[in-house]
Nanobody, 119 residues
Framework: QVQLVESGGGLVQAGGSLRLSCAAS????????MGWYRQAPGKQRELVAT???????NYADSVKGRFTISRDNAKNTVYLQMNSLKPEDTAVYLC?????????????WGQGTQVTVSS
Protein backbone atom coordinates (compact mmCIF):
# COMPACT_ATOMS: atom_id res chain seq x y z
CA GLN A 1 0.00 0.00 0.00
CA VAL A 2 0.94 3.65 -0.30
CA GLN A 3 -0.41 6.83 1.27
CA LEU A 4 -0.39 10.02 -0.78
CA VAL A 5 -0.51 13.54 0.61
CA GLU A 6 -1.09 16.49 -1.70
CA SER A 7 -0.32 20.13 -1.03
CA GLY A 8 0.04 23.39 -2.90
CA GLY A 9 -3.47 24.18 -4.06
CA GLY A 10 -5.08 27.55 -3.67
CA LEU A 11 -6.69 30.54 -5.34
CA VAL A 12 -4.90 32.21 -8.22
CA GLN A 13 -5.82 34.66 -10.96
CA ALA A 14 -5.96 33.60 -14.56
CA GLY A 15 -2.48 33.56 -16.06
CA GLY A 16 -0.89 32.74 -12.74
CA SER A 17 1.02 29.69 -11.56
CA LEU A 18 0.84 27.08 -8.84
CA ARG A 19 2.94 24.06 -7.95
CA LEU A 20 1.31 21.00 -6.46
CA SER A 21 3.21 18.39 -4.48
CA CYS A 22 2.35 14.77 -3.80
CA ALA A 23 4.37 13.00 -1.14
CA ALA A 24 4.27 9.20 -1.12
CA SER A 25 4.74 7.06 1.98
CA UNK A 26 7.13 4.71 0.19
CA UNK A 27 9.79 4.85 -2.46
CA UNK A 28 8.31 5.93 -5.77
CA UNK A 29 10.61 3.41 -7.44
CA UNK A 30 8.21 0.78 -6.12
CA UNK A 31 5.22 2.50 -7.77
CA UNK A 32 4.35 1.50 -11.32
CA UNK A 33 2.67 4.75 -12.34
CA MET A 34 2.08 8.02 -10.53
CA GLY A 35 0.55 11.30 -11.44
CA TRP A 36 -2.30 13.77 -11.26
CA TYR A 37 -5.98 13.74 -12.04
CA ARG A 38 -8.59 16.43 -11.52
CA GLN A 39 -12.31 16.60 -10.97
CA ALA A 40 -14.44 19.68 -11.44
CA PRO A 41 -17.98 19.96 -10.04
CA GLY A 42 -20.42 17.98 -12.16
CA LYS A 43 -17.67 16.53 -14.32
CA GLN A 44 -15.89 13.22 -14.51
CA ARG A 45 -12.44 12.75 -13.11
CA GLU A 46 -9.85 13.26 -15.83
CA LEU A 47 -6.17 12.61 -16.26
CA VAL A 48 -3.95 15.68 -16.09
CA ALA A 49 -0.39 14.32 -16.20
CA THR A 50 1.27 11.08 -15.20
CA UNK A 51 4.54 9.22 -15.18
CA UNK A 52 4.06 5.84 -16.76
CA UNK A 53 6.74 3.19 -17.11
CA UNK A 54 10.20 4.54 -16.42
CA UNK A 55 10.31 8.27 -17.01
CA UNK A 56 7.67 8.39 -19.72
CA UNK A 57 5.05 11.09 -19.24
CA ASN A 58 1.52 11.52 -20.46
CA TYR A 59 -0.39 14.81 -20.53
CA ALA A 60 -3.96 15.78 -21.24
CA ASP A 61 -4.18 17.81 -24.44
CA SER A 62 -5.75 20.68 -22.51
CA VAL A 63 -2.64 21.17 -20.36
CA LYS A 64 0.18 20.43 -22.79
CA GLY A 65 2.65 23.29 -22.90
CA ARG A 66 1.33 24.76 -19.65
CA PHE A 67 1.74 22.03 -17.03
CA THR A 68 4.86 20.02 -16.23
CA ILE A 69 5.07 16.90 -14.10
CA SER A 70 8.33 16.15 -12.33
CA ARG A 71 9.58 14.11 -9.42
CA ASP A 72 12.19 14.03 -6.70
CA ASN A 73 13.04 10.39 -6.06
CA ALA A 74 14.96 11.18 -2.86
CA LYS A 75 11.87 12.86 -1.39
CA ASN A 76 9.38 10.32 -2.81
CA THR A 77 7.50 13.29 -4.20
CA VAL A 78 5.86 14.10 -7.52
CA TYR A 79 5.17 17.68 -8.52
CA LEU A 80 2.83 19.40 -10.95
CA GLN A 81 3.95 22.84 -12.08
CA MET A 82 0.96 24.67 -13.50
CA ASN A 83 1.56 27.83 -15.54
CA SER A 84 -0.76 30.07 -17.54
CA LEU A 85 -3.69 28.86 -15.48
CA LYS A 86 -7.19 29.29 -16.86
CA PRO A 87 -10.57 29.37 -15.09
CA GLU A 88 -11.36 26.01 -16.68
CA ASP A 89 -8.45 24.51 -14.72
CA THR A 90 -10.48 24.99 -11.55
CA ALA A 91 -10.95 21.58 -9.91
CA VAL A 92 -9.90 19.32 -7.10
CA TYR A 93 -6.54 17.87 -8.07
CA LEU A 94 -5.86 14.34 -6.89
CA CYS A 95 -2.62 12.44 -6.76
CA UNK A 96 -2.79 8.87 -8.04
CA UNK A 97 -0.46 5.91 -7.69
CA UNK A 98 -0.79 2.53 -9.37
CA UNK A 99 0.87 -0.53 -7.91
CA UNK A 100 0.72 -4.06 -9.21
CA UNK A 101 -0.47 -6.51 -6.57
CA UNK A 102 -0.33 -10.16 -7.67
CA UNK A 103 -0.17 -8.84 -11.22
CA UNK A 104 -3.29 -6.70 -10.91
CA UNK A 105 -3.22 -2.88 -10.84
CA UNK A 106 -4.32 -1.27 -7.58
CA UNK A 107 -5.15 2.45 -7.57
CA UNK A 108 -4.37 4.66 -4.60
CA TRP A 109 -5.58 8.25 -4.23
CA GLY A 110 -4.71 11.24 -2.12
CA GLN A 111 -7.33 13.37 -0.43
CA GLY A 112 -7.14 16.05 -3.12
CA THR A 113 -6.22 19.71 -3.14
CA GLN A 114 -8.46 22.49 -4.44
CA VAL A 115 -7.24 24.73 -7.25
CA THR A 116 -9.39 27.74 -8.05
CA VAL A 117 -8.55 30.06 -10.94
CA SER A 118 -10.39 33.36 -11.04
CA SER A 119 -11.01 35.26 -14.25
Amino acid sequence: QVQLVESGGGLVQAGGSLRLSCAASRSIFSINAMGWYRQAPGKQRELVATFTSGSNTNYADSVKGRFTISRDNAKNTVYLQMNSLKPEDTAVYLCNAVMLVRGLPNNYWGQGTQVTVSS
